[in-house]
């Protein structure tokens, strides 16, 4: 096996502590690009070395690594039987079932030699796609790494998505075989996903030719002849599997995964191999700060971005251990994540805000029940971070909270602070700098001029070819892809976020939200979430989305959905009345009577897509009396028919 000289040098250069400034590791990341990138790739192993570090002939299409020979699970898996076969790989947890269990590097070596066997058993090949769709197990995992060991390409797909969403993913990855399992369990009950899997097959105008169903015991199903396998019963049939890891080019698709929906129809992000695991790699001790043999815990799910690269392919790569979670976060209560923690001696934790605006609502001393002493920070992304929820939060488990900006496309942080290369201080309400690798610029939306001189508003994207373990392309569909990312600023070479920033005099970036969020009220451009920002500082405020509402005298109105974090507060119309003033108040004190919304109304939940992310175009739909159109990704449609009740009601209308 071959290793490059490269990281040994950097790994020396941060052992004698000469680490770098933080500016001089990003500049050479731009400046110096392919020599930057070829001491990172030393982070994996290469079957056969790469011929030129980054063919960016096209800098849309860039090919990283070219002519390189690796895989994906021989990396987080095999090479790490050399040195710690017996350490723990994969710990599972699930709150809903009680059952706990941990896996050694040997010992998911051997389970995913099982679970490829069985894979190859069925003719699943080089190239093939494979649709799981699963609940939070060990076999997900299982499965995702016996695919790219045998060079198959999975489709995760949310677990908690029924059949419509599910069918239009079969119909678009084109899966020859889907793994599924009987049920999932959330807050105590049983979700059956075998009925909606048949339904979705029966919708689904491309039919797979296999399931694979592992039985959890937990709800009875009738397989269907011919189509459907026993996993426990194939899995026996091979307990001594021997399947090698199948060499695979470093351009070669590992994954499909769609976009969460927030915005429209989802796209799916196709992922290539070598670029993704040295990107990753990397990004474990440049961003995340952890070493092998720790213990990461992340608390996404495997159907989002982050539980590919945090949950499964990050941590494992980098010879650390990952938790997977199967349960709420309050589930016997607030305080089981951190008796997770205690128990594993969790070093690095990654969650996302809207679970901390869960926790902020259960009492607290949950939070310090439990001994933390092994953690050293926890990560949020996903969602704007606000000021409030990050100081609650860091107080509240007395260890740093670090906000981190990315998106399913790009695999791995835009924006973060690289504590791994030079400690920095966080700024509250700041995701933190451009990440080594991503040429960030600010542009202006309406001329397409860059946008150089600090504090002011632009579009947040990256000059091409972006880094390694980005997306290649949209599933099939190279013209979405270029039409979608790469054609805000004709003739520039430049993918868009579609998100707003400002970036600082001393380079860090603060997110205005997205770029169909802003809203126009008589002419003034105003985003939402600085809306929001000052909303939820109200002292009795829990959580917020604003939105525009098209309204005929001012073009739009802001309407703003609140979440006490004491629903009595407002439960007499005459207090809700006083509320909803004061909370006007200081938005007019804070960015203006400009910015007020026109109305303040207080539900319970707020509609949300099964990832945590505001469904704010469903609500604006709602409060425009539109169709809220595809909501196969909303957690809970009563979040929406709340709002419509109190649309339905008098003085409901915005003004
Ligand atoms: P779709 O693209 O299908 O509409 P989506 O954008 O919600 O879905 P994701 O890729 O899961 O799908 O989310 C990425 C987006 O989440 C970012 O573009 C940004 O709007 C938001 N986001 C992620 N992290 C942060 C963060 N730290 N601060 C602010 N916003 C964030
Ligand atoms: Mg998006």
């Known amino acids: 096996m071959l290793t490059l000289p490269g990281a040994i040098k950097s790994q ?66 095999d090479r790490h039987l050399r040195e710690r076969a017996d350490q723990a790989a994969l710990i599972f947890v699930s709150s809903e079932t009680g059952v706990e269990k941990t896996w050694s590097f040997r010992e998911l070596h051997a389970e995913v030699q099982r679970f490829a066997a069985i894979l190859k058993a069925q003719g699943v090949g080089c190239g093939d796609r494979v649709l799981i769709y699963m609940p939070m197990i060990a076999e997900a995992a299982f499965a995702m790494l016996a695919c790219v060991r045998i060079g198959a390409i999975h489709s995760v797909v949310f677990g908690g998505f029924a059949s419509h969403a599910l069918s239009s993913r079969i119909d678009d990855a084109q899966p020859v075989l889907v793994v599924s399992a009987d049920a999932g369990m959330r807050g105590g009950k049983v979700v059956a996903y075998k009925p909606l899997l048949d339904e979705a097959i029966e919708l689904a105008s491309h039919k797979p030719a296999k399931v694979l169903m592992v039985d959890r015991g937990l709800v009875d199903f009738a397989p269907v002849p011919g189509r459907d396998l026993d996993f426990a019963a194939e899995r026996a049939a091979r307990m001594d599997a021997v399947v090698p890891c199948e060499w695979v080019d470093s351009a070669h698709p590992s994954y499909i995964l769609y976009t969460s929906g927030t915005t429209g129809r989802p796209k799916g992000v196709q992922r290539d191999t070598g670029g993704y695991a040295v990107a990753l790699a990397a990004s474990m001790r440049h961003i995340y700060m952890a070493q092998p043999g720790e213990t990461f815990f992340s608390t996404s799910d495997i159907g989002w971005v982050v539980g590919h690269s945090y949950i499964v392919y990050g941590p494992l790569l980098n010879g650390t251990a990952t938790v997977m979670y199967e349960g709420l976060p309050t589930r016997p209560d607030a305080a089981v994540w951190w008796r997770i923690v205690e128990q594993y001696k969790v070093n690095v934790m990654f969650s996302a805000p809207t679970a901390a605006r869960v926790l902020k609502k259960q009492d607290p001393a949950c939070l310090t029940r439990h001994d933390l002493s092994s953690l050293k920070a926890l990560f949020l992304a996903g969602e704007p971070l606000d000021e409030p929820t990050a100081t609650w ?18 695999g791995w942080p835009i924006l973060a602070i690289c504590n791994g290369v030079e400690p920095a201080p966080t700024r509250y309400g700041s995701p933190g700098m451009a990440v080594y690798g991503f040429d960030v610029r600010l542009i202006d939306e309406t001329s397409g001029e860059e946008i150089t001189e600090p504090n002011h508003k632009g579009v947040i994207a990256v000059q091409g070819p ?63 979430r600085e809306i929001e920002e000052s909303i939820s500082s109200h002292a009795a405020v829990a959580e917020v989305a604003v939105l525009g509402v098209a309204d005929a005298l001012k073009g739009q109105v802001a309407m703003a959905f609140v979440v006490l974090k004491d629903a009595a507060l407002a ?39 099964r990832s945590g992310k505001l469904l704010r175009r469903a609500m604006q739909a709602v409060c425009e009396g539109r169709d809220p159109g595809d909501l196969t990704t909303m957690d809970d449609p009563g979040a929406l028919q709340q709002i419509k ?7 409901a209308r915005p003004a």
């Open 12 to 77: 020396s250069q941060q052992e004698t502590n000469q680490m770098p400034s933080y500016t001089d590791f990003y500049r050479r990341s731009i400046d110096e690009r392919d020599s930057f990138w070829a001491e990172q790739a030393a982070l994996i192993e290469w079957q056969r070395p790469f011929d030129q570090v980054c063919d960016a002939t096209d800098p849309r299409f860039p090919k990283w690594f070219a002519g390189g020979l690796t895989n994906l699970c021989h990396n987080a898996v």
């Open 393 to 410: 939060m860091s107080e509240a488990i007395g260890k740093p909270v670090i906000d981190n900006y990315w998106q399913t496309e790009t």
């Open 466 to 528: 972006l880094p390694p373990g980005c997306l290649q392309t949209v599933w099939g569909d190279d013209e979405r892809y270029v039409k979608t990312y790469w054609s805000s600023v004709p003739g520039r070479a430049l993918y868009s976020s579609f998100d707003w920033g400002v970036r600082d005099a001393d380079g860090y970036y603060f997110i205005l939200g997205r770029t169909d969020d802003v809203i126009n009220v008589a002419g003034h451009r105003l985003g939402t």
């Open 571 to 609: 439960a007499e119309p005459a207090d809700a009345l006083k509320l909803e003033g004061a909370i006007m108040k200081q938005v007019d004190e804070q960015l203006g009577a400009v910015a007020r919304p026109a109305r303040v109304r207080f539900v319970s939940l707020l509609p949300k897509t």
């Open 645 to 651: 009740d109190l649309l339905g009601g008098p003085d």
